[in-house]
């Protein structure tokens, strides 16, 4: 057995700098129908097409009047609803009831609220005074003709979802989903549903690998499971990268007799790295094979999850042109004393939460690499420099925020 590591150990800051650079270029741009684009990445900066509202428009239901008119009772001509497409020209002394929604008619300023007025034999009087521009939409209050609606590199959300159908697009460029393709390796991994005998594991890191990629916007496909056969492995790893953008393998990257990853993916691509100072998940490799990205994952489970969010999802959230593609830091204290890794930065998991006005973390925890309880209910990863001190109660920490703070 090889007693050391043939490949240089790397910081975390020189890893992500590399996975940066090779995965710097998103992939191809598609047209999608407006409906369908919640999520994805926007590809091309989209303008208001003309300004909205196009005509003033009555906030309340009420009544339309000239403000010029004074306070004085007015004859009711009409009435107009929003979507009656009806148009009408106000003279001096007139007035139309008005639902909210519905342009104004020419020559009227301002609608007054139903429950200001009386309208008794079609003639309108109301209480209190008028001002011109009360309780009507102006022109172009919600966008301008030519205004950037939404920029290139947004994640489109379902209110974008609303902008873009109702500026009337049929179509909207956005960038592929990455497919990325999932391959667990080992002899002693078996499918959740299947028995497993002494000394074998069930294969937890592919689908949980599997339901991150999606979680992160990509198409994930699965390779099923490559036990310690080289010609296997490199079998399923070339059957990978015939189709997917990026491949991802979970096992098979440590120092063993038949861990077979690095070796494979030196021979067919070029390794950029293969260990990182980083706990959990040393072992982590990065390699590419001609446009396609590869990364090696450790076997353990907590070790596969945290690499992946730190190294492996900002690639693929940059893949689809994500203009903001890291999780959010933030500065933590700690509500409890933590000790760290002498000798590497760890990202212990933990639950991030407002207190007092001020966000305080809690670790989940034994922080264990196979102790995928760990990961249950984690909302953010701390960031631990190494040191040899216990950290206090209250100390300041970085945390990667990956769910969401309650």
Sequence with gaps: ?????????????????????????????????????????LAETVVAPADMPAEPRATV?????????????????????????????????????????????AGADAAVMVERTQEVDGVLTYQGTVRPGECVLPIGSDMR??????????????????LLTNIGLSHVAVYRRPIVAVLSTGDEVYEYDEPVPYGGVRDSNRHALMSAIESAGCE????????????????????????????????????????????????????????????????????????????????????????????????????????TPERPCVPV????????????????RAIVRWQDGRLVASTTGAQGSSRLLSLRAANALLVIAPGDERLAVGSMVDALIVGEVR
């Design 220 to 323: 994930a496909r699965s390779l099923g499971i490559a036990r310690d056969d080289q010609a296997l492995q490199r079998h399923k790893i070339m059957e990978g990268l015939s189709y997917a953008d990026v491949l991802i393998t979970s096992g098979g990257v440590s120092m063993g007799t038949k861990d077979f990853i690095k070796p494979l993916l030196a021979e067919i691509g070029t390794v950029h790295f293969g260990r990182i100072a980083f706990k959990p998940g040393k072992p982590t490799m990065c390699a590419t094979v001609g446009e396609r990205i590869m990364f090696g994952l450790p076997g353990n489970p907590v070790s596969s999850l945290v690499s992946f969010e730190v190294f492996v999802r900002p690639a693929l959230r940059r893949l689809q042109g994500d203009a």
């Design 61 to 105: 239901d009420g009544y339309a009047i000239r403000t010029s008119d004074g306070d004085v009772p007015r004859q009711v001509i009409a009435e107009l609803t929003a979507g009656g497409g009806e148009r009408l020209t106000l003279a001096p002394g007139q007035a139309t009831r008005i639902m909210t929604g519905a342009p104004l008619p």
């Design 1 to 41: 057995m090889q007693r050391e590591s043939a490949w240089p150990m790397v910081s975390v800051a020189e890893a992500l700098q590399v996975v940066s650079h090779i995965s710097r270029t998103p992939l191809s741009i598609e047209m999608i129908a407006p409906h369908r684009t919640s999520g994805r990445v």
């Design 333 to 348: 204290h700690l509500a409890e004393s933590i000790k760290p890794s002498p000798d590497r930065p760890e990202y212990q």
């Design 145 to 162: 003709c030519d205004d950037v609606i939404i920029p290139t590199g947004a994640t489109l959300l379902p209110g974008d979802v609303g």
